[in-house]
Structure formats: structure tokens, C-alpha cells
């Protein structure tokens, strides 16, 4: 059971450059969410999911995009990155019933220059 | 709506003495409440979480927390402070049915020798 599953650990991208941060979990969870961290911020949520074909926006959605195709995979694109955007990204999952409790990822370190 | 202040940005003390890290939230439903640890280079992990069975609560590695209404707190506690607790810890509140809980802004414990 590899729990929540993050790739790549590390990215850097130039201006304009656009990426997919990839995010898997072997739960069989029905939520899922991305965060990212920022020093003096906390956690502040991108998007989220409550299963398969639905997402919803979080506090701080510009300038990223996510879709549900699967149960097990939640991937984040960010379409034109912008040095704002350097953070380090967390991808989370939770049980239908149990929604609050969430299990993370190691976490995607991201800088954009 | 709902959120959580946690007071001091850095903790410091010294090994084998009192944790405490303070969290005061704001609710106008009755909250589930959350302490997050979060070790260097990795995701949060859930220490312990409070959800109106009782007002002390238990939680990994000798921590606990005590919820008090009439002070809208969630302060976490560890009566004797060990090496392997430097970390970042986060309260979180999750409240009126939204099951996506909100995050505070972490405070970073310092354990010195």
C-alpha cells in the first residue's frame, strides 16, 4: 500500500513553461485535494474533488487546472507558470465518511524562474 | 465560515521539557478540529483529531490535545519535549458539513539539547 503517491519530487520551469504534477493513491479514496505550502502561509487549497468527473475550486485557484478521469489519479496542470507560483505542492486524499481526515503526499517542490 | 489562529510562528524548548503550541479556532457550527505534524522534507501526517466524543484528546507519540468551548481552543500538549518532535505542526478545523478542513499557519517547533 504505497498510500499517496507524488511525482516529480523537484521541478524547476522557466516562465510560460507549462507542467502536469502527477498525484496517485491506492486507497480507493473518493476525495482528493491539492495544496500548496508557502513559508508563514500554512496549506492553502487549490482544488478539489469529491470523486471521479467532479471538481470544485479551493481558496486559490488561478492559474491552475485539474480533472478527475479516475478514482485513483488527480493530476494538476499549471498551464503558464509564473515565478508566484513557486511553492511546494501537496496533494491529498480521504475516505468518504472519514473526508477531513487526510492522508498526504511527500509533497512536489516546484520553482519557477 | 470557518478558521484557525495558531499563536507563535516558532516554539522553542528545551529536551524533556513542556510542548505547548497553541491553537484558538472560530466556528458558528460545532467544529471537528485537527493537529497535523509535518517532519522535514515530507507531508503532514495526522497527530490527533477532536470530534465531540471527549474533550481530551490522545494522540501519537505521547501528544494530546484539550478541546475548551468556552475558550474556542485547541492548544496541543506534550509533557516531556523529545529531539525527534522538531517539526512543523498544524491545527485545522473542519466545520457546517465541509468536509475540505482549513488550515492554520504552522508552528515550528525547536527542541534544543
Known amino acids: 500500500n504505497a498510500g499517496v503517491t507524488q511525482t516529480p519530487k523537484f521541478q524547476v520551469l522557466k516562465t510560460g513553461q507549462s507542467m502536469t504534477l502527477q498525484c496517485a493513491q491506492d486507497?480507493?479514496?473518493?476525495?482528493m485535494s491539492w495544496y500548496r505550502q508557502d513559508p508563514g502561509m500554512g496549506l492553502r487549497l487549490i482544488h478539489y474533488?469529491?470523486?471521479?468527473?467532479?471538481?470544485d475550486q479551493g481558496e486559490v485557484p488561478n492559474g491552475y487546472n485539474v480533472s478527475r478521469s479516475t478514482t485513483e489519479d488527480f493530476p494538476l496542470r499549471l498551464l503558464s507558470a509564473a515565478p508566484s507560483q513557486t511553492s511546494v505542492y501537496f496533494c491529498?486524499?480521504?475516505?468518504?465518511?472519514?473526508?477531513?481526515?487526510?492522508?498526504f503526499g511527500p509533497g512536489t517542490r516546484l520553482t519557477v524562474t | 465560515a470557518q478558521s484557525v489562529t495558531q499563536l507563535g510562528s516558532h516554539v522553542s524548548v528545551s529536551e524533556g521539557a513542556l510542548v505547548l503550541l497553541r491553537c484558538n479556532y472560530s466556528?458558528?457550527?460545532?467544529?471537528?478540529l485537527f493537529w497535523y505534524v509535518q517532519y522535514p522534507n515530507q507531508g503532514l501526517q495526522l497527530l490527533l483529531k477532536y470530534t465531540s466524543a471527549a474533550t481530551l484528546v490522545k494522540g501519537i507519540n505521547g501528544f494530546e490535545a484539550e478541546f475548551k468551548k468556552s475558550e474556542t481552543s485547541f492548544h496541543l500538549t506534550k509533557p516531556s519535549a523529545h529531539m525527534s518532535d522538531a517539526a512543523e505542526y498544524f491545527c485545522a478545523v473542519s466545520s457546517g458539513g465541509s468536509y475540505i478542513p482549513t488550515f492554520g499557519r504552522g508552528t515550528s517547533l525547536i527542541v534544543h539539547p
Open positions: 466556528s458558528s457550527v460545532p467544529p471537528y
Open positions: 474533488s469529491v470523486g471521479a468527473g467532479i471538481t
Open positions: 491529498a486524499s480521504s475516505a468518504s465518511g472519514r473526508e477531513d481526515e487526510q492522508y
Open positions: 486507497m480507493n479514496h473518493e476525495y
